[in-house]
C-alpha cells in the first residue's frame, strides 16, 4: 500500500507510470499565487471539469488567497473546509484508494507539501436516458424502464417505495470490474433467512468481471444445471418494487438495466405485469390462454408424432384419414420430419435475432418462400407438420419473458425424442420426470413450483384467478408485516 | 463422470435401436371404413373391407371435393371365422389393416338367418382394436359387400354416408358396442337398421343405385332376424324402445279433408310393470313435445278448443298404430324394448325363473301403448291461410 508523497513531483511520476499508456488520463498542474503547485488528476470523459474550473480553479488562480490567513499549511484541509464550494469531497492517503477513485471518475486534488489527496465527487459520464422498456412492454402501467447506472435504478425504485425499510446494501463484485451490487429488499417483509443466503452467497463470488446481472445469476442460483432459471430477471421497476412488496428481494447490477428478483416460482415466468393493470375477469381469460399455450409450445410436436404414429386409434376418424392423406407421399417419418420442421423454425428465429433490423425481412420472406412453401409444395414436407410447428412457434410467444420460454424451447426436442421413441408411454415419462424435477427445484427455499405444490391457499390467488386486490393477500406467509 | 456418460449414452442407443421399429407412419396403415359379413360357400364366413386410398382422396387440406372416383377399394376373403379371413385380405395388402377407425359393419340378413350371430360377434367383444362405435347395420336383399362397392353422390365413402344418414335422422345408439350391451342383456333384444339398395335418379345421367333406410329388423336372443318392421312401424318400434330423438309425424283430420304434420322431439318412452292375475303386465307410455309445422285442413289453430282437439286427436292415432305395432313385435318374440330389463329389476324373483323363455313368454304378456304428447306450438301463423 503506497501512501502518498508529500512530493508533487514523485506523485505525478508514480500516477503517470501507474496509468501508462493510456490516453484519457489528464494531469493538470497549475500554481496559485504564492507558488504552491496544485494538479488535478482526471479520465477524461468521467468527470465534470467544468465544475471544478468554475468553483474551484477560477477563485483560487484569480481571486487568489482570502486575506487573513496564514501561509498555507495544510491546502487540502483548507479547500475542503473553506473555499470549495462542492458537496461532495472526500480525502484520500493511499496511492491506490487515489487510482481507484479516478478510475470511478472523480477529480483527484495533490498539492505539492501534502501527503493526502482531495477528492471531489464530481462523476459525469454520458448515460442512457430512461426509457420504455423494449423486452417488456405493457399495455398499461410505467412506461419506465431501468438504465445501465445503478443510482438511477436506485432512484426509481425510492420513488416507488418511500419507506425507510426499503434498504439497499451494496457489495462490489468482479475483481477487475469492481462492479457495484445492492441487495435491495424490504426490512420486516423480506425473510431474514434469504437476505442471511444471498449475503454469503454474494461475497463468495469470485470473478474477474460482472458484465450483466447473468453473470450473478449463475453464480448464486442453487440448481446451475436445471433447465429453469430460479432467478426472475427484468427491466421493469413496477416489477421489482411489487415483488419487493410481496417479501421478494431484489438484486441491481451496475452497468445493466436488468434487476434480478429472487425467490420466484415457475409461475412467475408466466405471468405479466399486465396482468395486474388490467380488469381481473379479462386477467383470467388471457392467464388460461397463456398456460394452456404454454403447454402446447413443448408437447405438441411430441403429442402430434405420438399419435399419428403410435396411437391413431385414438385421433378421430376424419382427420386421421386427413393426415393419412396430407402424409401419403412424405419420404421422411413423421419425428423426422417434426425435428428437421423445428431445427429449421428454431434456425430462422435464431438468425432473425441477429440480423440487424434493415435485413429482418429477408429471413421472413427466405423462411417463408422456402420453408412454408416449396417444401410442401415438393413433398418434402407435408402440411399437418408445417401447422403443428408453426403453432407450437407462436405459442412459445405467448409467455411474457423471453428467458422463461427457453427452457420450453429445449424441452420441444427432448420430449420429441423420447416420444418418436415410445409414444404416448415416452410422452408421460418425460413429463413424469419433468414434474419430478420441477417438485425439487427450489429458489432461495422457496418451493419451485409452490403455491401449487405445496399448496398454499393464500398465494394460489394469483395463479390460475388474479383475485382482485382486495381479495387477496398475496404476500408470503413468512414474511407477514408485524 | 465420463464412465457413466458412456453408459447413459449406450442405454439411450439400446432404447432407441429397440423402439424405432414400433412406430408405424400413416402411409403404412390401410384404414378401414367398413366391414361386411357376408355367407360364403361351403358355411365360410365371407369378409369384406372397405379401405380408404388416401392417394385418391383430396384431403381437406388441398380443399376437398366428393365423390372423388376410386377413393377406396374393397378387398374380400373367406375364411371359418372373422380373424382367418382378415388375416387372408391382410396378406393381400402392402398396408396394415386398421380397424379402429370403423365406421360401418354391414351383414347380409341371409348370414344371420343362417348362422348364429352370437358366436359371429365375440370378436367384436374381444379384440381391443374395435373402437366399438361403428354402426351395426342389416342389408336385405343383397350381399353386404355390394352395399361397401355403391358409390354415394355426396360422400367420399359409402360408409361414411350410412353413418352420418343415420345420426343425422336422429337415431343413435345403434353402434356395436350398444349390440354387444343387447346381446348380454337377458330382458333386450337388438334392434338394427336395414338398409335396401334401391334405383335412385339423383343428376339427369343414368340411376344409380343407392342404400337406403328401410326398416329395423327385430333379432332374438341367438342374434336371429325374427322379422324386419316396415318403414311406418319403424318409427313406432324405434321410439318405443328409446333409441331416437326426434321425428316427424304425418296424420290425416279425422274428416278426412286436409293433414296436419308435426316436429316431435324430446322423444322419450317409460316402462310402468305390474301384477296382473299370475302373469305380468306393462305400460309403455309415449312422450314428445310436438311442433305443428303444416296445417292443410281447415281448422283455426289459433283456438284454444281446436288445440285441445289435435292434441287428443294425435295422442290418440299415436296410441293406435304404435299398439299396432307393439302387437306385431310380440307376435315376432324379441323384445326389442326392454320390457323384460324392467320385469327384471321390478320382479327378480319372477324373472330367474322365466329368462331363458323370454323369447316365448313376451308374446303372451300384456303390454299396452299410453301416448302423452304435449302440443307445444302451432308455429308461426295461427289460422289457416285464407
Known amino acids: 500500500m503506497n501512501t502518498i508523497s508529500r512530493r508533487l513531483s514523485e506523485n505525478e511520476a508514480d500516477l ?46 484569480h481571486g487568489g488567497l482570502p486575506d487573513g490567513i496564514d501561509r498555507l499549511q495544510s491546502l487540502a484541509e483548507a479547500l475542503r473546509r473553506e473555499w470549495v464550494p462542492l458537496a461532495n469531497v472526500t480525502t484520500e492517503t493511499s496511492m491506490e484508494g487515489l487510482v481507484k477513485q479516478v478510475l470511478q471518475g472523480n477529480v483527484g486534488i495533490l498539492a505539492d507539501g501534502e501527503a493526502s489527496a482531495l477528492v471531489a465527487q464530481v462523476q459525469a459520464y454520458e448515460q442512457r436516458s430512461i426509457q420504455e422498456p423494449s423486452k417488456e412492454a405493457t399495455l398499461r402501467g410505467s412506461k419506465e424502464g431501468f438504465v445501465e447506472n445503478m443510482r438511477t435504478n436506485q432512484s426509481l425504485l425510492r420513488r416507488r417505495i418511500v419507506h425507510a ?28 433467512k434469504v437476505l442471511e443466503s444471498v449475503r454469503e452467497r454474494l461475497q463468495k463470488i469470485e470473478l474477474d468481471g460482472v458484465i450483466d446481472s447473468s453473470y450473478i445469476e449463475e453464480w448464486i442460483e442453487n440448481s446451475s444445471f436445471s433447465l429453469f432459471s430460479q432467478i426472475q430477471n427484468t427491466e421493469r421497476p413496477d416489477i421489482v418494487s411489487a415483488s419487493l412488496l ?197 429458489s432461495f427455499g422457496l418451493p419451485f413450483l409452490s403455491p401449487v405444490a405445496p399448496l398454499d ?18 404476500r408470503n406467509k413468512k414474511g407477514r408485516p408485524r | 463422470m465420463k464412465r457413466s456418460i458412456l453408459i447413459l449414452l449406450c442405454l439411450l442407443s439400446l432404447m432407441s435401436a429397440s423402439a424405432c421399429t414400433d412406430f408405424v407412419e400413416p402411409n403404412q396403415l390401410a384404414f378401414v371404413m367398413g366391414t361386411a359379413i357376408d355367407q360364403g360357400e361351403d358355411g365360410l364366413i365371407e369378409i369384406s373391407e372397405q379401405i380408404v386410398v388416401p392417394s385418391k ?30 388375416e387372408k385380405i391382410q396378406k393381400k395388402m402392402s398396408r396394415r389393416l386398421m380397424t379402429s377407425h370403423r365406421i360401418l359393419i354391414a351383414v347380409s340378413e341371409t348370414f344371420f338367418n343362417q348362422n348364429d350371430g352370437g358366436k359371429l360377434f365375440d370378436k367384436l367383444g374381444r379384440d381391443p382394436a374395435n373402437n366399438l362405435r361403428d354402426i351395426m347395420i342389416v342389408v336385405k336383399g343383397g350381399r353386404a359387400k355390394d352395399i361397401l362397392m355403391l358409390p354415394h353422390p ?75 318392421l316396415e318403414e311406418s312401424e319403424s318409427f313406432a318400434a324405434v321410439w318405443m324402445s328409446g333409441k331416437e330423438t326426434y321425428q316427424g309425424l304425418t296424420i290425416p283430420w279425422k274428416d278426412g279433408h286436409g293433414m296436419l304434420s308435426f316436429r316431435l322431439v324430446r322423444l322419450k318412452r317409460k316402462i310402468r310393470t305390474r301384477s296382473c292375475g299370475d302373469s305380468k303386465c306393462a305400460e309403455l307410455r309415449v312422450k314428445a313435445q310436438a311442433y305443428l309445422l303444416e296445417n292443410t285442413t281447415s281448422l283455426d289453430m289459433s283456438q284454444l278448443r281446436n288445440m285441445t282437439e289435435v292434441e287428443k286427436y294425435m295422442n290418440e292415432q299415436i296410441q293406435q298404430s304404435f299398439q299396432l305395432t307393439m302387437d306385431k313385435v310380440q307376435r315376432w318374440g324379441p323384445d326389442i324394448f326392454g320390457i323384460g330389463e324392467q320385469f327384471h329389476r321390478r320382479y327378480p324373483y319372477w324373472w330367474k325363473s322365466r329368462r331363458d323363455n323370454w323369447d316365448e313368454l313376451f308374446k303372451t304378456v300384456d303390454v299396452t301403448v299410453k301416448s302423452r304428447i304435449q302440443l307445444v306450438s302451432i308455429g308461426s301463423s295461427g289460422g289457416p291461410m285464407k
Do not use: C
Not at chain 1, 426499503?166 to 420486516?188: C, N, P, R, W
Not at chain 1, 391457499?457 to 398475496?474: A, H, N, Q, T
Not at chain 2, 382422396?57 to 377406396?72: I, T, W
Open chain 1, 246 to 442: 410481496q417479501g421478494k428481494v431484489a438484486l441491481l447490477t451496475n452497468g445493466t438495466p436488468f434487476a434480478l428478483i429472487l425467490p420466484v416460482s415457475f409461475w412467475a415466468g408466466l405471468q405479466s405485469a399486465d396482468d395486474y393493470f388490467e380488469r381481473f375477469v379479462f386477467v383470467m381469460l388471457t392467464r388460461f390462454i397463456r398456460y394452456v399455450m404454454t403447454f402446447i409450445s413443448f408437447a405438441l410436436p411430441a403429442i402430434y408424432v405420438s399419435l399419428s404414429t403410435f396411437h391413431p386409434e385414438m385421433v378421430p376418424s376424419y382427420l386421421m384419414i386427413s393426415i393419412a392423406t396430407a402424409r401419403e407421399n412424405s419420404p421422411f417419418p413423421t419425428v423426422i420430419e417434426v425435428f428437421l420442421m423445428m431445427f429449421v423454425f428454431d434456425g430462422l428465429q435464431e438468425a432473425g435475432v441477429h440480423l440487424p433490423n434493415q435485413l429482418g425481412p429477408v429471413v421472413s420472406i427466405i423462411g417463408a418462400l422456402v420453408i412454408g412453401q416449396a417444401a410442401v409444395e415438393a413433398g418434402i414436407i407435408s402440411t399437418p407438420i408445417i401447422i403443428v410447428i408453426s403453432l407450437t412457434g407462436v405459442a412459445a410467444y405467448t409467455i411474457p419473458r423471453y428467458s422463461a420460454a427457453l427452457p420450453f424451447r429445449l424441452l420441444r426436442y427432448l420430449l420429441l425424442f423420447i416420444s418418436g421413441m415410445f409414444g404416448f408411454v415416452g410422452f408421460a415419462f418425460g413429463l413424469i420426470f419433468l414434474l419430478i424435477h420441477l417438485v425439487m427445484l427450489e
Open chain 1, 165 to 192: 425499510d426499503l434498504k439497499m446494501e451494496s457489495f462490489t463484485v468482479g475483481k477487475y470490474t469492481q462492479t457495484e451490487v445492492a441487495l435491495v429488499y424490504m426490512q420486516g417483509l423480506a425473510d431474514e
Open chain 2, 154 to 228: 355426396m360422400e367420399n365413402i359409402t360408409s361414411i354416408a350410412a353413418g352420418k344418414e343415420l345420426q343425422i335422422n336422429g337415431l343413435n345408439k345403434f353402434s356395436s358396442r350398444q349390440l354387444i350391451v343387447e346381446h348380454y342383456t337377458d330382458g333386450l333384444r337388438p334392434l338394427l337398421p336395414v338398409l335396401r339398395m334401391e334405383k335412385i335418379k339423383a343428376d339427369d345421367k343414368e340411376s344409380r343405385p343407392m342404400a337406403v333406410l328401410a326398416g329395423f329388423a327385430a333379432l332374438n336372443k341367438q342374434l336371429r332376424v325374427k322379422g324386419v
Open chain 1, 457 to 474: 391457499g393464500k398465494r394460489i390467488k394469483d395463479l390460475f384467478i388474479r383475485y382482485p386486490f382486495w381479495m387477496k393477500d398475496g
Open chain 1, 16 to 61: 503517470k507510470q501507474r496509468f501508462h499508456p493510456s490516453s484519457d488520463i489528464v494531469f493538470r498542474a497549475f500554481a496559485l499565487q504564492d507558488r504552491t503547485m496544485l494538479m488535478l488528476v482526471y479520465l477524461d470523459g468521467m468527470a465534470n471539469v467544468d465544475s471544478i474550473e468554475t468553483q474551484v480553479l477560477r477563485p483560487l488562480l
Open chain 2, 57 to 86: 382422396l383430396s384431403g381437406p387440406f388441398e380443399g376437398g371435393s366428393s365423390g372423388d372416383a376410386g377413393s377406396s377399394v374393397v378387398m374380400s376373403a373367406t375364411g371359418r371365422d372373422i380373424f382367418e379371413a382378415s
